[in-house]
Every structure is written in C-alpha cells, then in structure tokens.
C-alpha cells in the first residue's frame, strides 16, 4: 500500500485535499482526529488536567481543546514549556495508533493508496509512514481568511503557523505541489492528474 503524506501551511486546505483523494478511491487517516481520541485517553486526561487543572475540561468531562490551545500556542516561553509537555504526552500516543491503523487497512488489502493528514507531519516524525508527498500550496492572506472563517484570530493563526516546519522545508519534501489558490475546480483539476500517476504507482 502507497502511503501520501499530505503536507502544507496552516489553512492551505489540505483536509480538502485528503478528502478528495479519498473520494477517488483511497483509504484517509486524519491525524488531528486520532490527537482527539488522545485525548480521550484516561491516562492523558488526568495527566493534562494535575498541571492545568479542571478548568481545561468540559461538562461531560473532555478535555476543552479550546481551553488547552490558550495555554500551548502563544510568544512566551511558558507557552513553548506547555506546547513541549503536550506534544512529548502526545505524539507518541498518536504515532502508535497511526502505525496499527495503517498495519490493519495494509491487512485487509482494500485498498492501493492510503493518505495521511497531519499538521506536524515532519515535526512529529510522522512523515516515516510516508512513502510520498504532497504539499498544498496557499498564499498567506488567504490562508489566515480561511482560518478566521473558522474562528481563529489573526493571532491564532501566527501562533499554530509558527508551531509547524518552515513552509520551505515542507515544500522541499514534496513528489507533487497543488496549487489551492485558485478554484476548487482548478485543484480538483491537479488532484486528479496526481491520482492518476499514484495509481500507476500504486
């Protein structure tokens, strides 16, 4: 099985960009889903809540990412502090559940094409279940829109932009660049020259 990572800026669309591949036939692992059910874990719960307290939880008792993403994402060197404890209880929680679900749809033999979304991709050390890459390109402005549209602040979007690779090194890793610019047409348009070359890869 041919493992894509999908690699990009914050807000560039890449989450798109796997959805559409899925649709055209590939298997699709969202690593920002599996940091949820992390999250869920019990263990996590009650490590993340001993140093932060019960302020970062909801009402049913799950952790509140909102709540968690004031004290990880911001300037100061508390902020980078947290942003390391969370990521050294996380990743490695996560890379274990990518390693057994991608062992488990290699199993079944369904599919050719699997793609991996993750926002930390090389950061986290994710990209070693890749085989190749694919980096959705967007300029800027329009990526920090795209953000806003979700709610973030300009600042939110600096801050999460600022936790990931350089652009530069992300970019440099890629078999294939989309340019998610334009229309969704037009990036259909390239994503479906590319699904073409994987299935001859594949």
């Known amino acids: ?12 669309g890449k989450s798109s960009v796997a959805e559409h591949l899925a649709s055209l036939g590939a298997a ?5 889903q599996i940091g949820h059910d992390v999250l869920d874990e019990v263990e996590v719960k009650d490590r993340l ?12 008792g799950e952790i509140d990412r909102a709540a968690v993403s004031k004290i ?15 990521e050294e209880l996380i990743h490695p929680r996560i890379a274990r559940r990518l390693e057994k679900r991608i062992e488990e749809l290699e199993q079944t033999e369904e599919f050719k094409i699997l793609v991996l979304d993750a926002a930390v991709m090389f950061k986290a050390g994710w990209d070693r279940f890749c085989d190749k890459f694919v980096f959705v390109e967007a300029g800027e402005p329009e990526r920090s829109s795209r953000c806003q549209q979700r709610g973030w602040t300009a600042e939110e979007f ?10 530069g090194l992300k970019r440099s890793r890629a078999d294939w660049i ?14 479906t020259e590319i699904w073409n070359e994987l299935v001859k890869l594949s």
């Open 1 to 12: 099985m041919l493992v894509i990572g999908i690699a990009g800026g914050v807000g560039s």
């Open 28 to 32: 699709s692992l969202d690593a920002d």
């Open 49 to 60: 809540v001993g140093r932060w307290g019960a302020s970062i939880t909801g009402t049913s």
């Open 72 to 86: 990880v994402f911001g300037e100061t060197l508390e902020a980078l502090n947290e942003l390391s404890f969370l």
């Open 158 to 167: 600096r801050y999460r932009e600022a936790n990931q690779e350089l652009l």
């Open 178 to 191: 989309v340019d998610n610019s334009g229309t969704p047409e037009q990036a259909l348009d390239q994503l």
